[in-house]
T-cell receptor
Framework: AQKITQTQPGMFVQEKEAVTLDCTYD???????LFWYKQPSSGEMIFLIY??????QNATEGRYSLNFQKARKSANLVISASQLGDSAMYFC??????????FGAGTRLFVKA | ETGVTQSPTHLIKTRGQQVTLRCSSQ?????VSWYQQALGQGPQFIFQ???????GRGNFPPRFSGLQFPNYSSELNVNALELDDSALYLC???????????????FGQGTRLTVV
């Protein structure tokens, strides 16, 4: 069965430093997609970055990069040069085939000035 | 901003009542899915619609139902509301059809439903 595990309920990082948010997943499918979303207190889920299971290069989007280790079934999000506006909930998610996306429980990130 | 809009943003209903939540998909997206996010948890998949037909459903009872219209907008209906239905309801649209492989879903800002 599909499963996403985020083991860090909360993380603190100093402004301008890098932080890694952990995510492991479980699936028996060969074709799947891994996503990270940011959810500020307003509630909207903001897409950050996507990694396909067949992608050999780690995905990068600006200050976000995804450390994809397929054999370990991990897809950690790295945020470089943290900003105060990065404080939010972060969700790792996986989508197989054509529909549902499975989400982890989330990690709350606090960026300190 | 994703282009996915939901209405209303907040809603208070009484136990036993019925509620309809609405979602306008991002332009060009023909697939819409709905999620329930209880406080402090990740979103849980309710169901997905593609070209006006439900093509996937999560572990939710039949009193959760939906519709998709020809313009790809969508409704989520919940009958016989229970206190545990209090949650943030998120709509997501994506530019995919059946078995099109993993694609990105773009979310709206959600409707916060409180059942009293």
């Amino acid at each position: 069965a599909q499963k996403i595990t985020q083991t860090q309920p909360g993380m603190f990082v100093q402004e301008k430093e890098a932080v890694t948010l952990d995510c492991t997943y479980d699936t028996s499918d060969q074709s799947y997609g891994l996503f990270w979303y940011k959810q500020p207190s307003s509630g909207e889920m903001i897409f950050l970055i996507y990694q396909g299971s067949y992608d050999e290069q780690n995905a990068t989007e600006g200050r976000y990069s995804l450390n994809f280790q397929k054999a370990r079934k991990s897809a950690n999000l790295v945020i470089s040069a943290s900003q105060l506006g990065d404080s939010a909930m972060y969700f790792c998610a996986m989508r197989e085939g054509g529909f549902k996306t499975i989400f982890g429980a989330g990690t709350r990130l606090f960026v300190k000035a | 901003e994703t282009g996915v809009t939901q209405s209303p943003t907040h809603l208070i209903k009484t136990r036993g009542q019925q509620v309809t939540l609405r979602c306008s998909s991002q332009s060009g997206h023909n697939t819409v899915s709905w999620y329930q996010q209880a406080l402090g948890q990740g979103p849980q998949f309710i169901f997905q619609y593609y070209r006006e037909e439900e093509n996937g459903r999560g572990n939710f009872p039949p009193r959760f139902s939906g519709l998709q219209f020809p313009n790809y907008s969508s409704e989520l209906n919940v009958n016989a509301l229970e206190l545990d239905d209090s949650a943030l309801y998120l709509c997501a649209s994506s530019p995919t059809g059946l078995n099109a492989g993993p694609v990105v879903a773009f979310f709206g800002q959600g409707t916060r439903l409180t059942v009293v």
